[in-house]
């Protein structure tokens, strides 16, 4: 094999046998979800919406937990509450704006 | 295939085999098959003698996860104690997961939802009132007794309502409206009505005020509890059968110390002077408790040393579910957590699922 490609080729072999094992030993790698929430710098937002009622709800974690159990979680914009995602079974939805969504997927119980 | 000659050639080699082996490592580290499998636990015609489960066996019993086909055979091997199911589309899905879960289980798991009403996860197909329309103990108890009768038909067996904080402020629909008086009155209306159905009914989230908490300071919301929102559990504790902790750090009339509640054993432990049933911690991966530990370790070791009889970790990965297990039988062995408070909840869980525990 040409010596060049070997090294190439090697070098490549050498970084993936590097991530599996950090990957093995639950060592965090950096995720393109984590770089989408680190380049977003908008404040998370959460809000909780029940029959006509929308409330914020500050406490990220408690949004994540909730959001999670929902039936789906699509991309939907509310303008007016700045959102782009809402995880919701039937009449209870949560609304997340990109940041926080990004967030929750980052997760345990997301993943 | 001729033999390699060159060193770039032997390294290439050695980095294939090398990279084949991390990811078959790899492979049978998500599928589980690293977890070692647990002993069945001796079952003689419903009696248990509980020195017959290993500390791992016990500590698993303590877990209730986040159920789902893609990981039921480890936590089927783990043997943990419970599972918790989200939303799903149709009523078959839950009613074939169970039936999976709960084949060939000498001890069944607890399968728990969070059906309040407004938090609903049959809401695609079933609704329910919420509580903060009910406004008689006769609607109470028949909220309670269709909710029971609903969750039994399905297989469940232990539902994470009421909730009696006094006020929601946040979804305004998961407290029952009125004062404390009101609210503890139409809470053991509730109880008697689910548990009445064999359900176990959940009164959350002691000590208070977690559905009002809008601000957390780092990470972990604070609160000053007042003697109104201890009220519905002095009046419910000799009903309900169990206790849902919150993670709030509080201060007032029950002062959990400058930490979660949940991992405090002074909070634990002034609740179990009045309160005799199952204490089942809020879900611990919520990061606000993570963060509040140095390391993760520190906080399941915290966790179960503060007396919760029943951990919710609803973490996807059951290596980690197995690792937090181990970490807390070393903390055992070690004398941090005293077997003995491992065997008295133990006792509780395998007594709630009907066994008669030696």
Known sequence: MESKALVIINISLALVALLLLLQFLNVALPSVGQALFLLDSAEPRCFVAWSKNSSPMLDLGRCCLGARQQ?????????????????????????????????????VIWQ | MRQPTTRGEWIFLNLVVLVLILGSLNIAKAQGWLIPPQEPIPVDNGVIDIATLTLEQKIAQMVIVHGGPWNEGQWKALQVGGIHLFAKERQELFEE??????????????????????LNPFAAFQEFPAAADITTTTEAFEKGLTEGQYLRSLGFSINYAPVVDLDDQIWTCRSFPGNETIVAEL????????????????????????LVVRDPHKYIVAATIQEEDIYPYTVIAGSVKAVMVSHIITSGTIDSQGIPAVTSPEVI????????????????????LRDFYPSLDEMYIAVFKAGNDIVLNFNEDPNEVYRMIEVVAEAVEEGDIPEEQIDAAVRKILEAKGFVVR
């Open chain 1, 71 to 107: 039936l789906q979680c699509l991309a939907e914009e509310d303008v007016i509450q700045q959102t782009q995602w809402s995880c919701r079974t039937g009449a209870l939805a949560y609304h997340l704006n990109n940041k926080a969504y990004h967030y929750c997927q980052q997760q």
């Open chain 2, 97 to 118: 997961t169970i039936k999976s879960f709960q084949k060939n289980m000498t001890i069944p798991f607890f399968v728990t939802a969070d059906l309040e009403g407004c």
């Open chain 2, 187 to 210: 809470a053991r209306a509730y109880v008697e009505g689910l548990q009445q159905e064999g359900v176990i009914a959940t009164a959350k989230h002691y000590p208070g005020k977690t």
């Open chain 2, 269 to 288: 432990g002034s609740l179990k002077q009045s309160f005799t049933g199952l204490v089942i911690s809020d879900e611990i991966n919520m990061l606000g």
